[in-house]
Nanobody
Framework: QVQLVESGGGLVQAGESLRLSCGAS????????MGWYRQSPGKQREFVAG???????VYADSVKGRFTVSGDSTRNMMYLQMSSLKPEDAGVYYC?????????????????WGQGTQVTVSS
C-alpha cells in the first residue's frame, strides 16, 4: 500500500517562504519520479514542479526562480522550498509519486496522490 503524506503548509504573508514536505511509504518512491501540484478554489489542479530519479527538476513558469524541489530517497522524502510567495501561489499542494519524467516534463501517476496541504498567502 502506497501512502503519500504532505506537510508544511500554512498561512504566510506575501514575500515570505515555506517548505513543504512529502513523505512516501512503499516502493513507489525508490526509482521513480515525483512531483508537486496545486489546486486553488474554482481552478483545475496544476503542475508546480517535478523531479527525476537522478535529481533533475522541472518547474512551472509561474514558480521558476522562486521554488526548488528536492528529495532524499534514503528517507523517502521530497521537499518543495517556496520563496517570495505571492497570493496567487495559494492553494492546496499535492504530492504525486510514480510519475514519468521525460524531456523536461513531469507526467503524474493518477494512482498516487497525497491528501494535500493548504498554503495561504496574504497580501
Amino acid at each position: 500500500q502506497v501512502q503519500l503524506v504532505e506537510s508544511g503548509g500554512g498561512l504566510v504573508q506575501a514575500g515570505e517562504s515555506l517548505r513543504l514536505s512529502c513523505g512516501a511509504s512503499g516502493k513507489v518512491f525508490r526509482g521513480n519520479a515525483m512531483g508537486w501540484y496545486r489546486q486553488s478554489p474554482g481552478k483545475q489542479r496544476e503542475f508546480v514542479a517535478g523531479m527525476s530519479t537522478d535529481g533533475r527538476a522541472v518547474y512551472a513558469d509561474s514558480v521558476k526562480g522562486r521554488f526548488t524541489v528536492s528529495g532524499d530517497s534514503t528517507r523517502n522524502m521530497m521537499y518543495l522550498q517556496m520563496s517570495s510567495l505571492k497570493p496567487e501561489d495559494a492553494g492546496v499542494y499535492y504530492c504525486n509519486a510514480g510519475g514519468i519524467y521525460h524531456s523536461g516534463t513531469y507526467l503524474p501517476n493518477a494512482r498516487f496522490w497525497g491528501q494535500g496541504t493548504q498554503v495561504t498567502v496574504s497580501s
